[in-house]
């Protein structure tokens, strides 16, 4: 089979009977970045479990993240298991389209490949959705009382109508209490936060780092996500270019499999973490 | 400039192309481990939704026991992400040992300072 590319002797690459760990240049390497983003994240979930262990008290993930598109609220976790199942689908799909190349079946890769674009495309969507959740906040935001942080969770003047939620499994606060605990705090402008920003954050008033590290994080691995889409569209032209017939194997489309599996990898943990513990 | 991946009738490389039969056998293992890490999912997803963490403001005290399920699971689904979706299982042992070894033990030394050290903080801010 002829090609436009050089084929090279193994023993001329390598200097001896080929690389040491039966593993090409290309595959190794992609490995060793990998271990080093690895090392990345691992520090960066090492940072988040530092602020949360020396605060103690932490927001509950299956209360913040609770909303679905169209349905409002009142979904614990499950526009995130949706996410993640969406990821884990795409990197089935990416197995698939890695052995279907070793079959030289260019039909099937790009097939796959196609499916692996378009559920990281998705992946990347519902994580902007998410955060934009998260940054706009409740629909009445949290104020502080006399009792401490609470989120309003309905509020009508006219019939002086105030209910609070204050978390970690407390009792809701309703009736002429939770009026006497609203009209007191915005009597005396004692605290209202909306939303999340860096500064400030309604899930968590007093640890701004629970917003701070959800931002970090989730955002670096969304842009792990984003450039994965990326890498995998511009192999996916080359697959349908041929490019990959005329070298006579398909080991590009498993370099950024690999790629892509990490990023499933990364996911499976920041959910852990952010979402489930 | 040589590329090593242009190397044919290699056993690493060219040859690593499989024929339709064994195909058939690894997307089948494909097929067990996206079973397997849905379910395994969908159970942690549930637990996280309905199981409450806290009551009257204390932490319940099966918690731990779930906290520490979750992160098992955690490492058994990245176990077979790693071992499986990404072949590390197939790859020469010398290679998955140079991969392993030292993340391990850095990231066992990270979890070790930061366990100790915000222990320690967390009993100067609230005492």
Redesign the interface.
């Known amino acids: 089979m002829a090609g436009h590319a050089k084929e090279v002797d193994a023993a001329a690459a390598w200097g001896g009977d080929g690389s040491p760990f039966r593993i090409s240049y290309g595959k190794q390497m992609m490995w060793f970045f990998l271990l080093s983003d690895a090392l990345t994240f691992g520090a960066l979930l090492t940072a988040y479990g530092f602020f949360r262990h020396q605060y103690g008290s932490w927001p509950v993930g299956e209360e913040v993240f609770n909303a679905m598109p169209f349905l409002g609220n009142g979904y614990p976790l499950m526009y995130v298991a949706l996410m993640t199942f969406i990821l884990i689908v795409s990197s089935v799909t990416m197995v698939l389209a890695v052995e279907a190349g070793h079959r030289l079946d260019k039909k099937g890769v790009i097939k796959w490949l196609t499916l692996t674009v378009i559920g990281g495309a998705f992946f990347v969507g519902s994580q902007a959705w998410e955060w934009y959740h998260f940054i706009h906040g409740s629909h009445f935001g949290t104020f502080l009382t006399t009792e401490g942080w609470g989120t309003l969770l309905e509020l009508d003047i006219d019939k002086q109508i105030a209910v609070f939620d204050f978390h970690h499994g407390r009792d809701i606060v309703d009736g002429a209490k939770g009026w006497e605990l609203y009209s007191h705090s915005v009597a005396e402008n004692m605290g209202h936060i909306q939303g999340a920003g860096m500064t400030e954050n309604e899930y968590a008033p007093m640890i701004p780092q629970f917003a701070n590290l959800f931002f970090f994080i989730t955002g670096f691995h969304g842009f792990h996500v984003f450039s994965g889409v990326v890498i995998n569209l511009i192999i996916l032209i080359n697959v349908v270019k041929g490019v990959y017939d005329e070298r006579g194997h398909f080991e590009m489309v498993e370099k950024v499999g690999l790629y892509w599996h990490f990023v499933d990898l990364v996911w499976v943990f920041v959910f852990t973490f952010f979402y489930l513990v | 400039m ?7 009738d ?5 040859s ?5 039969a064994h ?1 058939q056998e ?2 089948k293992t ?1 097929w067990f ?2 079973i397997l ?2 379910v395994i ?2 159970v ?2 549930l ?4 199981v ?7 932490v ?1 005290g099966y918690w731990p026991f779930i ?1 520490w399920s ?2 098992v699971l ?1 490492l058994v ?2 176990g077979y ?2 071992l499986k ?2 072949h590390l299982g197939d ?2 042992k ?2 998955k040992y ?2 392993l070894v ?2 391990f033990i ?2 066992a030394y ?2 070790f300072i ?2 100790t ?3 320690y ?2 009993t100067i ?2 005492p």
């Open positions: 040589e590329r090593d991946d242009l190397i044919r290699n056993e690493y490389s060219l690593a192309n499989h024929d339709a195909g690894i997307r494909i481990v996206t890490l849905t999912t969908i942690e997803v637990t996280g939704a309905f409450k963490q806290y009551s009257g403001g204390e319940n906290k979750f992160i955690t689904k990245a992400i790693v979706f990404m790859e020469t010398s290679f140079i991969l030292p993340y850095f990231i990270l979890i930061l366990v050290e915000s222990s903080w967390n801010l609230f």
